[in-house]
């Protein structure tokens, strides 16, 4: 019979009191960073600190102009909105 071999996977919990993390802050989030639990106690009451993935990150909209003519760059020509929907109109120069 083939000998038995058992794994154990064995994650250590830290605690330590408010104070304490207090002055350690950075290391717990650090700890907590590389899967580390860390429990932190106040007045008998326990907050575990975990550390949820990167965020993923936001869907940049879609392009609604591929070329912009430059004179609309530059302020010749402006929206106008009437009974047809959207028309470029030249701007009236200014004085």
């Not at 830290?14 to 650090?30: N, P, Q, S, T």
């Not at 429990?39 to 102009?65: H, K, M, Q, S, Y």
């Amino acid at each position: 019979m083939p000998p038995v071999r058992l794994v154990y996977n064995v994650q250590v919990m830290k605690h330590m009191k408010v104070a304490e993390a207090r002055a350690r802050f950075g290391e717990i989030l650090d700890e907590a960073q590389k899967g580390a639990e860390i429990v932190i106690e106040r007045r008998g009451v326990r907050f575990r600190v975990t550390a949820d993935g990167p965020r993923t990150p936001r869907r940049t909209p879609p392009v609604l102009f591929e070329a912009v003519d430059p004179g609309v760059l530059e302020g010749q020509w402006v929206w106008e909105a009437g009974p047809a929907g959207l028309t470029f109109k030249a701007r009236r120069k200014r004085r």
